[in-house]
């Protein structure tokens, strides 16, 4: 190694932030790597608490969170911010993750100044820019800036490829997301939330519902919801749990149509240590989440998505995720099918893990070394 490498961070969602938590770790570690961690506050204490389990120290908090934030006060808060904390470290590489609206700015202030970009999670898409809005499209354009690609499966290279990026800055990795399931899920766990300590796992079919993307507010949201109490009314031995998001429209549909249900269980966002072992407990899981597609399969839990496309396909490939949609009828249809054909079932749940084997931040660290080594 010539020189030690100075590399930033920079995250500050929960999700981002769950999936980063163990390459940080890593960096952190490395006698040739000057490693600097940014959060941008975009998310508030669910991103702190994650910080203490992992004990990460920020260096930086551009502290953006405000009640009511928009797309575009985000965006510009942290291009602003982080361009500043740029030209005070001037660091050789930016590291963000993902789709979200931080990782869009910080990538581009960074593209403003000419400091390389890694992509952690690169390649993803739905072929439509507009769902899910505006992930589709923070993914596209920070991978059309970006100067190394951490890849979760072949498939995302293969669509760098088909857009030209360079194959030599192309690296499979896995997902981290993997790597940090390997420290979240204990045997003996205790959740925090104290009514899933009652339940018990082991008579109850227990299936997990996240439902509150933007492109499913409104109808799509009350045909999720009618369908989930239908499913509660047919099997009654088994226990929905809700985490409701606190939007105000999600809160509202959520509660106007499931609450008071005896089987059915609304509970804020969880902890994600609990949520990682609530899912490893669970029959199957219902989300339009993009997160639980990977962490479920991975534990071998069934994954119904409530949504119209995936950026995701490897699981619906693999067979442990099905692609459900919103439609009130395919929901009920595909619920009936996993509680009732156990040969599906079993097929879903033994189907092979695609997004890799744990060691997803190890291989993008040697790949970061690489790259510095060959310049």
Do not use: W
Not at 14 to 23: C, E, N, S, Y
Not at 133 to 148: M, Q
């Amino acid at each position: 190694m010539i020189k030690t490498i100075k590399i930033i961070s920079v995250f500050g969602t929960r999700p981002d932030t769950i999936k980063m938590a163990p390459l940080v770790n890593l960096l952190d570690k490395d006698k040739d790597i000057d490693h600097i961690v940014c959060v941008t506050g975009q998310h508030r204490e669910m991103v702190n608490e994650i910080l203490q389990i992992f004990a990460i120290f920020a260096k930086y908090d551009l502290d953006i969170m405000r009640e009511g934030q928009t797309l575009e006060y985000v965006t510009s808060s942290v291009l602003t911010k982080f361009s500043e904390v740029l030209e005070k470290e001037k660091p050789d590489m930016i590291l963000v993750h993902g789709d979200t609206n931080t990782c869009f700015s910080a990538a581009l202030a960074a593209f403003y100044k000419k400091i390389p970009i890694g992509h952690v999670e690169a390649g993803l898409r739905t072929a439509d820019i507009y769902s899910p809005y505006p992930e589709e499209f923070v993914r596209r354009t920070v991978d059309s800036i970006a100067t190394l690609y951490f890849c979760p499966t072949k498939n995302n290279a293969d669509n760098l490829i088909k857009e030209n990026a360079d194959k030599e800055k192309i690296y499979i990795t896995g997902n981290t997301v993997i790597d940090t399931l390997q420290t979240t899920v204990q045997k003996d766990y205790i959740f925090k939330e104290s009514i899933l300590n009652r339940i018990n796992f082991d008579k109850k079919k227990v299936i997990p519902i996240t439902a509150h993307r933007r492109e499913n507010i409104g109808i799509n949201l009350e045909n999720i919801c009618k369908a989930i109490k239908q499913l509660a009314s047919e099997y009654n031995d088994s226990q929905f749990i809700y985490t409701v998001h606190p939007n105000p429209a999600v809160k509202k549909t959520v509660n106007s149509i499931l609450k008071g249900i005896d089987n059915v269980t609304l509970l804020p966002p969880l902890v994600f240590t609990d949520l990682h072992n609530l899912i490893s407990r669970s029959y199957f899981v219902m989300t339009d989440s993009g997160g639980l597609q990977e962490e479920a399969p991975s534990l071998g839990v069934p994954v119904l998505v409530l949504r119209k496309e995936t950026e995701r396909p490897e699981a619906v490939t693999a067979g442990t995720v099905k692609l459900t949609g919103v439609d009130y009828s395919e929901i009920v249809k595909d619920g009936r099918m996993l509680f009732e054909d156990k040969s599906i079932y079993e097929k879903m749940s033994n189907a092979v893990n695609p997004y890799g084997d744990g060691n997803a931040s190890h291989r993008i660290v040697g790949a970061i070394k690489e790259y510095f080594n060959n310049l």
